[in-house]
């Protein structure tokens, strides 16, 4: 089970600005091995070690660094808008 929850794979750095996000996730650049240009993901971990780890061995001498986003929301009351929404039961 990883530890690391990839929220925006391959976004803008902008994308980091957005308040709505919880405070514990954080924009990771690393370096595309083919082109060599900059790509960005946004990422929620517990620890940044376990982001730090997840993504260098992902990419090794590709990854160049992480930096906190711009979240103001609490972890446990953030709810990803790409989940599923749980289905509605029924009264009787």
Known sequence: MTKVTIVNQNCSPDAAKDTSLPYNSYLVEYKDEKEGKS??????ATKAVDLFDYYYD?????????AQSEGRVSPKLWQDPKAPKPKKKRGR
């Open 58 to 66: 992902l990419y090794k001498k590709n990854f160049v660094k992480f």
């Open 39 to 44: 790509l960005f993901d946004i990422a929620i």
